[in-house]
């Protein structure tokens, strides 16, 4: 597609359920990143891969977060054992590389009940 | 730490007039920035850049202003429209290990009365 898609756009998840979202970057885009935003705040820094390779994941909240980007295309974020405080939207973005704009995509929503 | 925060977290503008949001940041060493405009239930959606070799760039009825000796952006839109009404982020790109990552500020929420 044109943009970053990611799926679903929408996720209620029981507490201690594990969940994955999905990520689809723009076509040839080298960087990709994950970011969380909670209500009325802005995106927080989650993780970044170049290609294939996961180069700073400094900002992954707990060791219950794990992303992957096997071929250097898609990625999945998978959280385990959700809790409460996972609830936000995560939002993917792609760029061509270095210092250049990231596009962004609608985002997952997702909620812990 | 180093950081990107907003001046003013809501800006009301009647449509027609002219809106100005603000942002500081504090990592001197940054040379890339973005505004970024989020719609409620989307993503966030580049509005324009600039580098720090430029203290203005000009897009379509948007500007931005870079003063890196007060280290301090401005997004400037003209003639306002309903249609602008959403959240506005500046964001910088951060250097860490050889990456440039955009670390956000909390936003503005820019309110546009018919």
């Known amino acids: 597609g044109a943009g970053v898609s990611q799926s679903p756009r929408y996720k209620v998840a029981k507490r201690g359920q594990d969940v994955a979202l999905r990520c689809d970057p723009i076509?040839?885009?080298?960087?990709l990143f994950w970011y969380q935003q909670a209500l009325g705040q802005g995106p927080e820094f989650l993780t970044y891969?170049?290609?294939?390779?996961?180069?700073?994941k400094s900002g992954l909240p707990s060791d219950r977060f794990f992303a992957e980007r096997p071929e250097g295309s898609v990625s999945t974020l998978k959280i385990q054992r959700t809790q409460q405080e996972d609830s936000a939207v995560y939002l993917c973005?792609?760029?061509?590389?270095?210092?250049?704009?990231?596009?962004f995509g609608q985002g997952t929503r997702l909620t812990v009940v | 730490g180093e950081s990107v925060g907003l001046h003013l977290p809501t800006l009301s503008v009647q449509e027609g007039d002219n809106s100005i949001i603000n942002c500081a940041y504090s990592?001197?060493?940054?040379?890339?920035f973005i505004w970024y405009k989020q719609e409620s239930g989307k993503g966030p959606q580049f509005i324009i850049d600039?580098?720090?070799?430029?203290d203005k760039r000009q897009g379509q009825r948007v500007t931005v202003l870079l003063n890196k000796t007060v280290k301090h952006l401005s997004l400037q839109i003209a003639a306002t429209q309903p249609g602008d009404s959403a959240v506005y982020f500046c964001?910088?790109?951060?250097?860490?290990?050889?990456?440039?990552?955009?670390?956000f500020g909390r936003g503005t929420s820019l309110i546009v009365h018919p």
């Open positions: 600039i580098r720090s070799n430029m």
């Open positions: 891969f170049q290609n294939e390779a996961q180069l700073d």
């Open positions: 990592n001197s060493a940054s040379d890339y």
């Open positions: 964001a910088e790109n951060n250097e860490s290990g050889g990456s440039y990552i955009p670390t």
């Open positions: 973005a792609s760029s061509w590389g270095m210092n250049t704009e990231a596009f």
């Open positions: 076509s040839g885009h080298v960087s």
